[in-house]
């Protein structure tokens, strides 16, 4: 499974991971003897997790300090580089180590929540769905009508992540008209701040990466917008933790918090301070 795939929307949330093994006390234990919860964030991943004055900055950094809290432990926020897929980062990150000396974390966040992904990884557990993300697009204040159908950019400067599913959505959709007009960054949050800062006139790129910027440079004034993308290969997926396979006691008291913050507003809190509005998982929301 590739990461940059995954993570953009490749799969949509189809349910939560089954957990049927009996509940395992000595991962909990041990956190709270320790004192502190290691948790795993990626870097380079604004707005949910980024290096900022040599600290763990953005969504997830923030979650992880909030539910550490809430346990009674100390925060210990590691941020790690992406490997090629996301398997690689569950085996780095949650289950066994880096190669490099990266010491294994009791929890990683802002993993793919996904039933038939879950069944693939037995050394992990998935829990506690927290955010919906999908895709949409950010306009120049200049733009007339940031709603047109994308194929109308044609000849205007196009932005996107290199080799994410924005990048092919507009590069291989449409008939190819935009592909000439396409200019990549490394992250789906730059592209979106080229255009803010007059180096693009339309992005697409996923909503938390275009709230975040638009909050972070309001004088741009950029358009978000308001319909979906037509034909994007995504209708939106689930994000989600993990925690390794024999730390279910662990997992369970984090989705614990996860819904005391829910349902307190602290969740929501948590994304207001980036600028992103926070949208419940599908797998955490009760069907009646």
């Known amino acids: 499974m590739n990461r940059r795939g995954f ?13 049927s093994s009996p509940l395992i006390a000595a991962p909990l234990a041990k ?32 979650l992880a300090r909030a539910i550490a809290e809430a346990l ?25 180590g880096g190669l490099l000396g990266f010491q294994r974390c009791d929890v990683m966040l802002h993993v793919p929540f996904d ?14 769905p927290y955010y919906r993300e999908d895709f949409t697009a950010i306009c120049s204040a200049q733009t007339k009508n940031c709603d047109a159908p994308p194929q109308l950019f044609q000849g205007k400067r196009v932005a996107a992540e290199l080799d994410s ?4 959505y507009l590069v291989g959709g449409f008939g190819g008209i935009l592909s000439n007009d396409v200019e990549h960054f490394s992250t789906g949050y730059e592209a979106a701040l ?7 006139d339309m992005a697409v790129a ?22 979906p993308l037509p034909m994007i290969p995504s209708n939106g997926w689930d994000i989600g933790m ?19 913050m829910t349902e307190s507003g602290r969740m929501a809190e948590i994304f207001a301070a980036h600028g992103v509005a926070w949208e419940p998982a599908l797998a955490a929301t009760p069907h009646s």
Do not use: C, M
Request: glycine share 10%; aromatic share 8%.
């Open 242 to 260: 993990a925690v390794k396979e024999n730390s279910r006691s662990l997992g369970f008291a984090i989705e614990d918090v996860i819904l005391e």
């Open 31 to 62: 956190v709270r003897e320790t004192g502190f919860l290691r948790v795993g964030v990626y870097a380079n991943n604004r707005p949910w997790s980024w290096e900022s004055g040599g600290k763990p900055a953005g969504i997830d950094a923030d």
């Open 115 to 128: 039933l038939e992904f879950a069944k693939q990884e037995d050394k992990v557990v998935f829990v506690a």
């Open 206 to 227: 996923t909503r938390a990466q275009i709230e975040a910027v638009i909050k972070d440079h309001p004088e741009a004034k950029g358009q978000l917008r308001k319909s």
């Open 165 to 168: 599913i924005p990048d092919f």
């Open 194 to 200: 080229a255009v803010q800062t007059g180096g693009a």
């Open 72 to 96: 009674g432990v100390r925060a210990d926020v590691a941020l790690f580089s992406a490997d090629e897929e996301v398997s690689d980062d569950l085996r780095n990150v949650v289950w066994r």
């Open 7 to 19: 993570l953009a929307g490749l799969a949509g949330a189809t349910g939560a991971a089954a957990i």
